[in-house]
């Protein structure tokens, strides 16, 4: 059984950072694409970038662009979210995601990812 568990949120002033863990059990990260998507209260969820370990490939939306990075560790089955330069329009819940048969150019589509964490908050105030 695959589960995804995501860590690290938390409140944060606007120009700070914040590092998010994604522990995956039951799944290899280097299989298809881990992705990390946020929701904003009142908002859908978007795509924030996803990463390809086989393909060594990773994709950030433009908006994070420059602050955000996605890393992964296959030994420690984590993907990792480190976020530079915070702003308020950040703060939202962040989930992991794994897509085993994600498409590169389909890394943005919810659909396309079949396991999800729980979340976790990020809030960023000014």
């Known amino acids: 059984q695959v589960q995804l568990v995501e860590s690290g949120g938390g409140s944060v002033q606007a120009g700070g950072s914040l590092r998010l863990s994604c522990v995956a059990s039951?799944?290899?990260?280097?299989?298809?694409?881990m992705g990390w998507f946020r929701q904003a209260p009142g908002k859908e969820r978007e795509a924030v970038t996803a990463?390809?370990?086989?393909?060594?490939?990773?994709y950030r939306t433009d908006s994070v662009r420059g602050r955000f990075d996605i890393s992964a560790d296959n030994a420690k089955s984590t993907v990792s979210l480190q976020m530079n330069r915070l702003k308020p329009e950040d703060t939202a819940m962040y989930y992991c995601?794994?897509?085993?048969?994600?498409?590169?150019?389909?890394?943005?589509?919810?659909?396309?990812?079949?396991?999800w964490g729980q979340g976790t908050q990020v809030t960023v105030s000014s």
């Open positions: 995601a794994a897509g085993p048969s994600v498409r590169n150019y389909k890394w943005r589509d919810e659909t396309a990812y079949d396991f």
């Open positions: 990463i390809s370990v086989i393909h060594g490939s990773t």
């Open positions: 039951g799944y290899t990260v280097s299989s298809g694409y």
